[in-house]
């Protein structure tokens, strides 16, 4: 698709964000399979370029990945949100 589009995988397989989310408890499990709901702001901070996501620890959580996947490689910041997400000091309870 190109640098210039972002394709929102509702399934979880290829976005790092959904694919951390909880499993719906009703969810007709199939692995890999699974359908999630998207997070209030989640696609207007995908259309915007800017975390605008509602939820306060998803919104830090969220800010914390995206420093480590769309980061530049050897950032400072993102040496540190790989540090805090692995030593949970970033914390995302859903």
């Not at 698709?1 to 951390?20: E, V």
């Not at 499993?23 to 399979?33: E, I, N, T, W, Y």
């Not at 050897?74 to 949970?88: Q, V």
Request: glycine share 4%.
């Amino acid at each position: 698709m190109g640098p210039d589009r972002y394709l929102i995988d509702p399934q979880s397989i290829t976005d790092p964000l959904i694919a951390r989310l909880p499993v719906p408890m009703d969810a007709d499990f199939k692995p890999a399979h699974i359908m999630k709901e998207l997070p209030v702001g989640y696609v207007q901070s995908i259309e915007q370029g800017k975390n605008v996501i509602a939820d306060s620890d998803l919104h830090s959580y969220y800010d914390k990945l995206l420093a480590i996947t769309r980061g530049a490689f050897f950032l400072f910041e993102r040496l540190r949100a790989i540090w805090c997400l692995n030593t949970t000091q970033v914390k995302f309870n859903p």
